[in-house]
């Protein structure tokens, strides 16, 4: 069953395509898909059709079939007649051309093959740009710069940190501009373009770059910034890093030939536009009756790897070409601040917590008379939500339908920045259905499934089995937490209950939403309950609940596991004793198992842990060393540079206090491993399964290999070896933090399903 559900298509963007005919609405929508055979993931695509307006679309909407696409990223121009493609396309010996597109009112205008002018292209939400020029005759995106020729003869040999965790080799992002011109009566040749690349600027390393609303010639970017020590800290999951936003005023292309390499073009200025304190990205352009808006969202730089996300911006109305630098009076407005700490059964908004970026397009403008929205998708406790944020007042207003029970957790994909929105949506017994949103003038919403997905009748019914619920915990003296509950609806076997994980996230500033999980409904399916705890740290809770695990981590979080899987017990959906309760979980999520099985060691009888942290004070081989010293509640300074301006340089000069970030001394060595699992190896007796991948940027692999030889030799003892105690390791070569690979997915799903299952022996259910 794992691998039908496996291979249910999970949406990852949309678009609205032009149509020739107004009364029909064309809808993009891109998929990823696990393909076990090929051991691949896919890319493909559909198209839905349905007719223009609102009205009941259940009936109306038709969909293409699913195709493999090459297209890795896909932009409609302002005006809706032009569309951009990014496209890997593969040649006879396996190696792919890469392809920038550009489409006019359906034909096809430009085709330029870049493959020889620099590397892959980044589309990832972390540095990936991809923007129409207002001109429309120009592209912006980033991909990985050529390395430049050089004299020096140790220039290949010289250290350049890549992204980090999830974005391995990506060491040179650059920014490229394709440009041409249109054909007009007086020149009707045929679109000849023109590519550029920024000049780099020593320091900081741009992405997420769109284009002025008002001119060509100025770019808005995130700028990536170096620590003092030469350090690049990975972002993939970080929102607090050295990130500002910066103005780039560019020079005018001396040519509009096409070089190897491509022609380089000039800073004129740069101005970073943000606090150093302040950990900004996702940088957007809102036009609305001839205003136009920067936003973007930020978070505070330092501590916690996610917290509270604000939300800014900034009028750039009159930010044009001749404009050296934006005005001194020009100031940002903060539309959403922190909450500290919403209302105890969270109906009250409880601050903002988005995915690392807005979506590309993302207002909603009801009527003329309205001002414009910010849709965005939020955690709000264990469910994900549509948020319309006010770009006038900063008021947010909850779009989500509450007829769902609340276990729906919704994602933003699209809108048409007038009156329509494309979600996904997904429960935990339901997978992703693609819904669109017609707002009234009056900024009301309806929501209208378009597209669902094809199961087979053996999984329809499976899936109907689920029961979910999400349980409130409370923990005595503290804030109160809760748990998502996945069961199935079974007998009792004999009066005995289903055997019980406790599966807790990762971190540990994730949270578990009520999302559909193809590996979490597998193992209900095999025979258990799952306890889904969102302990304390959890974005979702308002800043406080996030703020009071720094320093405790190994103490409150697992406070939150146990009395969640004791609170379940007390209310008669598990019970306790052996084989009838277990534990799993992944980096933080290991290190949480980990704890358990050694501060209560007759409670858990077997455990699994992907790439755990064992021993915090192992910081050699990590992207993120400050994790180990925020969370535990030690200093580690990170701030970027001031608000700037840089004229004709293209170095980062200005000078900002020195902060220079600490080394593990020797109490905070003892103070790290303190807190850490390997302080109750002694206790333990529970049966682990360690599942390791080798290319883990993010914790050590020596850890979990480290923890496997020490339990190796004390599960070797006659006391712990007669009554079961094991260990065991299976080791991934390649994969990396998540194990989200295909093959490493599925085995790791076996390998959990199968160790549980011995463990649970002879038991009745």
Same mark, same amino acid.
């Given at each position: 069953?794992?691998?039908?559900?496996?291979?249910?298509?999970?949406?990852?963007?949309?678009?609205?395509?032009?149509?020739? &005919?107004?009364?029909?609405? /064309? #809808?993009?929508?891109?998929?990823?898909?696990?393909?076990?055979? =090929? @051991? *691949? %993931? $896919?890319?493909?695509?559909?198209?839905?059709?349905?007719?223009?307006?609102?009205?009941?679309?259940?009936?109306?909407?038709?969909?293409?079939?699913?195709?493999?696409? &090459?297209?890795?990223?896909? /932009? #409609?121009?302002?005006?809706?007649?032009?569309?951009?493609?990014? =496209? @890997? *396309? %593969? $040649?006879?010996?396996?190696?792919?051309?890469?392809?920038?597109?550009?489409?006019?009112?359906?034909?096809?205008?430009?085709?330029?093959?870049?493959?020889?002018?620099?590397?892959?292209?980044?589309?990832?939400?972390?540095?990936?740009?991809?923007?129409?020029?207002?001109?429309?005759?120009?592209?912006?995106?980033?991909?990985?710069?050529?390395?430049?020729?050089?004299?020096?003869?140790?220039?290949?040999?010289?250290?350049?940190?890549?992204?980090?965790?999830?974005?391995?080799?990506?060491?040179?992002?650059?920014?490229?501009?394709?440009?041409?011109?249109?054909?007009?009566?007086?020149?009707?040749?045929?679109?000849?373009?023109?590519?550029?690349?920024?000049?780099?600027?020593?320091?900081?390393?741009?992405?997420?770059?769109?284009?002025?609303?008002?001119?060509?010639?100025?770019?808005?970017?995130?700028?990536?910034?170096?620590?003092?020590?030469?350090?690049?800290?990975?972002?993939?999951?970080?929102?607090?890093?050295?990130?500002?936003?910066?103005?780039?005023?560019?020079?005018?292309?001396?040519?509009?030939?096409?070089?190897?390499?491509?022609?380089?073009?000039?800073?004129?200025?740069?101005?970073?536009?943000?606090?150093?304190?302040?950990?900004?990205?996702?940088?957007?352009?809102?036009?609305?009756?001839?205003?136009?808006?920067?936003?973007?969202?930020?978070?505070?730089?330092?501590?916690?790897?996610?917290?509270?996300?604000?939300?800014?911006?900034?009028?750039?109305?009159?930010?044009?070409?001749?404009?050296?630098?934006?005005?001194?009076?020009?100031?940002?407005?903060?539309?959403?601040?922190?909450?500290?700490?919403?209302?105890?059964?969270?109906?009250?908004?409880?601050?903002?917590?988005?995915?690392?970026?807005?979506?590309?397009?993302?207002?909603?403008?009801?009527?003329?008379?309205?001002?414009?929205?910010?849709?965005?998708?939020?955690?709000?406790?264990?469910?994900?939500?549509?948020?319309?944020?006010?770009?006038?007042?900063?008021?947010?207003?909850?779009?989500?339908?509450?007829?769902?029970?609340?276990?729906?957790?919704?994602?933003?994909?699209?809108?048409?920045?007038?009156?329509?929105?494309?979600?996904?949506?997904?429960?935990?017994?339901?997978?992703?259905?693609?819904?669109?949103?017609?707002?009234?003038?009056?900024?009301?919403?309806?929501?209208?499934?378009?597209?669902?997905?094809?199961?087979?009748?053996?999984?329809?019914?499976?899936?109907?089995?689920?029961?979910?619920?999400?349980?409130?915990?409370?923990?005595?003296?503290?804030?109160?937490?809760?748990?998502?509950?996945?069961?199935?609806?079974?007998?009792?076997?004999?009066?005995?209950?289903?055997?019980?994980?406790?599966?807790?996230?990762?971190?540990?500033?994730?949270?578990?939403?009520?999302?559909?999980?193809?590996?979490?409904?597998?193992?209900?399916?095999?025979?258990?309950?799952?306890?889904?705890?969102?302990?304390?740290?959890?974005?979702?809770?308002?800043?406080?609940?996030?703020?009071?695990?720094?320093?405790?981590?190994?103490?409150?979080?697992?406070?939150?596991?146990?009395?969640?899987?004791?609170?379940?017990?007390?209310?008669?959906?598990?019970?306790?004793?052996?084989?009838?309760?277990?534990?799993?979980?992944?980096?933080?999520?290991?290190?949480?198992?980990?704890?358990?099985?050694?501060?209560?060691?007759?409670?858990?009888?077997?455990?699994?842990?992907?790439?755990?942290?064992?021993?915090?004070?192992?910081?050699?081989?990590?992207?993120?060393?400050?994790?180990?010293?925020?969370?535990?509640?030690?200093?580690?300074?990170?701030?970027?540079?001031?608000?700037?301006?840089?004229?004709?340089?293209?170095?980062?000069?200005?000078?900002?206090?020195?902060?220079?970030?600490?080394?593990?001394?020797?109490?905070?060595?003892?103070?790290?491993?303190?807190?850490?699992?390997?302080?109750?190896?002694?206790?333990?007796?529970?049966?682990?399964?360690?599942?390791?991948?080798?290319?883990?940027?993010?914790?050590?692999?020596?850890?979990?290999?480290?923890?496997?030889?020490?339990?190796?030799?004390?599960?070797?003892?006659?006391?712990?070896?007669?009554?079961?105690?094991?260990?065991?390791?299976?080791?991934?070569?390649?994969?990396?933090?998540?194990?989200?690979?295909?093959?490493?997915?599925?085995?790791?799903?076996?390998?959990?399903?199968?160790?549980?299952?011995?463990?649970?022996?002879?038991?009745?259910?």
């Amino acid at each position: 069953m794992y691998t039908q559900l496996a291979e249910i298509p999970v949406p990852t963007s949309a678009q609205f395509i032009p149509s020739q &005919d107004p009364g029909q609405t /064309i #809808v993009q929508l891109n998929f990823s898909v696990k393909d076990h055979d =090929r @051991n *691949v %993931k $896919r890319s493909m695509s559909k198209n839905v059709v349905f007719p223009s307006g609102a009205g009941q679309l259940e009936n109306g909407a038709i969909s293409t079939p699913l195709l493999d696409t &090459d297209v890795v990223a896909q /932009i #409609v121009s302002p005006t809706k007649q032009k569309r951009a493609t990014l =496209r @890997n *396309v %593969k $040649r006879a010996n396996g190696s792919s051309n890469r392809i920038v597109e550009v489409w006019n009112e359906g034909l096809l205008q430009i085709s330029q093959n870049v493959t020889d002018y620099h590397g892959d292209f980044y589309t990832d939400e972390y540095v990936g740009s991809f923007s129409f020029a207002p001109s429309e005759c120009a592209v912006v995106y980033t991909a990985e710069g050529n390395a430049p020729e050089s004299k020096d003869p140790y220039s290949k040999f010289r250290f350049n940190p890549d992204f980090g965790e999830g974005l391995p080799g990506k060491k040179r992002p650059t920014t490229f501009i394709l440009s041409w011109k249109d054909s007009s009566a007086e020149d009707p040749s045929p679109s000849k373009a023109s590519l550029v690349q920024m000049k780099p600027f020593e320091g900081v390393r741009f992405g997420q770059a769109v284009f002025s609303p008002n001119t060509d010639s100025i770019i808005y970017a995130t700028g990536y910034e170096f620590t003092t020590d030469g350090r690049f800290l990975g972002i993939k999951g970080c929102y607090n890093r050295p990130t500002g936003i910066w103005r780039l005023r560019i020079a005018t292309p001396a040519s509009s030939e096409i070089t190897k390499p491509p022609a380089s073009v000039e800073i004129v200025t740069a101005q970073k536009l943000t606090l150093p304190l302040l950990s900004c990205r996702s940088p957007r352009i809102l036009n609305n009756n001839g205003k136009s808006t920067l936003l973007w969202l930020a978070s505070r730089s330092g501590g916690a790897h996610v917290a509270s996300s604000t939300l800014h911006s900034l009028d750039i109305t009159y930010d044009d070409a001749e404009s050296e630098q934006l005005s001194d009076s020009a100031s940002s407005r903060t539309l959403v601040d922190i909450v500290e700490m919403p209302d105890l059964h969270l109906t009250m908004f409880p601050g903002l917590y988005p995915a690392f970026n807005l979506p590309t397009s993302f207002s909603i403008i009801p009527s003329d008379s309205a001002s414009p929205s910010v849709l965005v998708a939020s955690q709000w406790g264990s469910r994900t939500t549509v948020l319309a944020i006010s770009t006038d007042t900063g008021a947010v207003n909850n779009l989500t339908p509450d007829s769902d029970n609340n276990l729906f957790s919704w994602t933003v994909l699209v809108t048409d920045n007038r009156s329509r929105v494309i979600c996904s949506r997904s429960a935990p017994s339901v997978p992703y259905e693609i819904v669109i949103g017609n707002f009234d003038s009056s900024g009301d919403v309806s929501w209208n499934v378009i597209d669902r997905p094809a199961l087979s009748k053996g999984v329809a019914k499976a899936l109907s089995t689920i029961r979910a619920s999400v349980i409130p915990i409370r923990t005595a003296g503290r804030l109160w937490d809760e748990t998502i509950v996945l069961q199935e609806e079974k007998k009792e076997v004999r009066g005995s209950k289903p055997p019980c994980i406790t599966s807790p996230h990762g971190g540990p500033h994730g949270t578990t939403s009520t999302a559909f999980s193809p590996n979490n409904i597998a193992l209900v399916l095999e025979g258990y309950t799952l306890s889904l705890p969102n302990y304390t740290g959890s974005p979702g809770y308002g800043e406080k609940f996030i703020q009071d695990l720094i320093g405790r981590c190994g103490d409150y979080d697992v406070q939150n596991c146990i009395a969640a899987a004791e609170h379940l017990i007390k209310l008669g959906i598990s019970e306790r004793g052996p084989g009838k309760q277990f534990v799993a979980g992944g980096s933080h999520g290991g290190f949480l198992a980990a704890h358990l099985i050694g501060q209560f060691p007759d409670f858990f009888s077997a455990a699994v842990l992907r790439n755990p942290v064992i021993s915090a004070g192992d910081i050699s081989n990590t992207d993120i060393p400050d994790w180990y010293f925020s969370e535990f509640g030690l200093g580690y300074p990170i701030s970027s540079s001031p608000i700037s301006s840089y004229q004709g340089d293209s170095k980062l000069t200005q000078s900002f206090p020195s902060q220079i970030p600490p080394l593990v001394s020797v109490d905070a060595f003892a103070k790290l491993q303190a807190a850490s699992p390997t302080a109750y190896l002694d206790d333990m007796k529970a049966p682990v399964l360690l599942l390791m991948g080798t290319a883990d940027r993010r914790v050590a692999p020596a850890q979990g290999f480290l923890f496997y030889h020490a339990l190796k030799a004390r599960y070797s003892q006659t006391d712990k070896a007669d009554k079961g105690a094991k260990v065991d390791i299976l080791v991934f070569e390649g994969e990396s933090h998540p194990l989200d690979g295909v093959e490493a997915s599925r085995v790791s799903f076996e390998a959990t399903r199968d160790w549980f299952k011995e463990a649970r022996g002879a038991v009745p259910y």
